[in-house]
């Protein structure tokens, strides 16, 4: 089945820099890479993804980056802010049994600091 | 429409003892599964559901059992909870739009349970 490392566990900014975290997976079949936001006491929140046929993706201050063959994928956050500190979880949704689940990486707790 | 609602919100069981969290969804989604949730560890799947009456094993559904009698409703139960089962359950549907394939996955804001 898929694995799915994610790095680093705990990164702290101040406000205005850029945040990146990066992950890699296993399965070459894998073409959908969700990126999650969870804040503390909620639920994981879908914030950005992007597919396998596809290099880039940006949505105002994030953008995810997909290289297929190291098979690595990246979550960029520039002029962080206070309010991104959160846990982030990259995930690669394998081929296996057409479950259509993605298998999630250990998480990032981003923290920015004013 | 309420998204992915789940029910307790925190519950303390003892070992032994059985319950079932509760977990529903008004978006007529098919796509259903359950997770929990350890430091450390990230979101690991326990069971999920494809459909009404469709239901298979993810990574770790040792000690969990679940079934999908509606598409709303998807139960996960504890038969003789044990303290391993200490966790954050979070349930989640799937939707997939018809226009461009969009796919979104939709959590719920979990149960946090305590097994002593």
């Known amino acids: 089945g898929e694995n799915v490392e994610q790095h680093p566990s705990t990164l702290s900014v101040q406000e205005g820099d850029s945040a990146v975290i990066k992950c890699t997976y296993s399965?070459?079949?894998?073409?959908?890479f969700p990126w999650y936001k969870q804040e503390l006491g909620k639920g994981p929140q879908l914030i950005i993804d992007?597919?396998?046929?596809?290099g880039e993706k940006k949505d105002q201050r994030i953008a995810v980056t997909l290289n297929k063959t190291a098979k690595h994928f990246s979550l960029h956050i520039t002029e962080t802010q206070p309010e991104d500190s959160a846990v982030y979880f990259c995930?690669?949704?394998?081929?296996?049994?057409?479950?259509?689940?993605?298998?999630f990486g250990r998480g990032t707790s981003l923290i920015v600091h004013p | 429409n309420a998204g992915v609602t789940q029910t307790p919100k925190f519950q303390v069981l003892k070992t032994g003892q059985s319950m079932t969290l509760q977990c529903a969804q008004d978006?007529?989604?098919?796509?259903m599964s359950w997770y929990r949730q350890d430091p450390g560890m990230g979101l690991r799947l326990i069971h999920y559901s494809v459909g009404a009456g469709i239901t298979d094993q993810g990574e770790v559904p040792n000690g969990y059992n679940v079934s999908r009698s509606t598409t709303e409703d998807f139960p996960l139960r504890l038969l003789s909870a044990a303290p391993s089962q200490t966790s954050v359950y979070f349930c989640?549907?799937?939707?997939?739009?018809?226009?461009?394939?969009?796919?979104?996955?939709?959590f719920g804001p979990g149960t946090r349970l305590l097994v002593l």
């Open positions: 992007i597919r396998s046929n596809v």
């Open positions: 995930a690669a949704r394998g081929s296996s049994g057409g479950s259509y689940i993605p298998t």
């Open positions: 399965d070459s079949a894998s073409n959908y």
């Open positions: 989640a549907s799937r939707a997939v739009s018809q226009r461009n394939s969009q796919e979104t996955q939709y």
């Open positions: 978006m007529n989604h098919e796509y």
